[in-house]
C-alpha cells in the first residue's frame, strides 16, 4: 500500500467515525434494572400517598 493511499484511508476513517458520533441515535439509552425498579415503584408509591391521605 502506498503512502498516499494509506493516509487518505486513514482519513476517511477518522471522518466516518467524527459524522456517526454526530449522527442522531436510534437506540434509547440504556436504564439499568435497578433504576428500571425504582422507576416503577414511583407511581405506585405516590398513588398509595393519595389514597391513605
Known amino acids: 500500500m502506498n503512502r498516499r493511499k494509506k493516509i487518505n484511508q ?11 458520533k454526530l449522527a442522531p441515535k436510534s437506540k434509547p439509552q ?6 428500571r425498579l425504582k ?3 414511583e407511581p405506585d ?3 398509595s400517598e393519595v389514597v391513605e391521605g
Open 10 to 20: 486513514l482519513l476517511k476513517a477518522n471522518a466516518k467515525k467524527a459524522s456517526a
Open 30 to 35: 440504556y436504564i439499568s434494572k435497578a433504576d
Open 39 to 41: 422507576q416503577a415503584a
Open 45 to 47: 408509591q405516590a398513588a
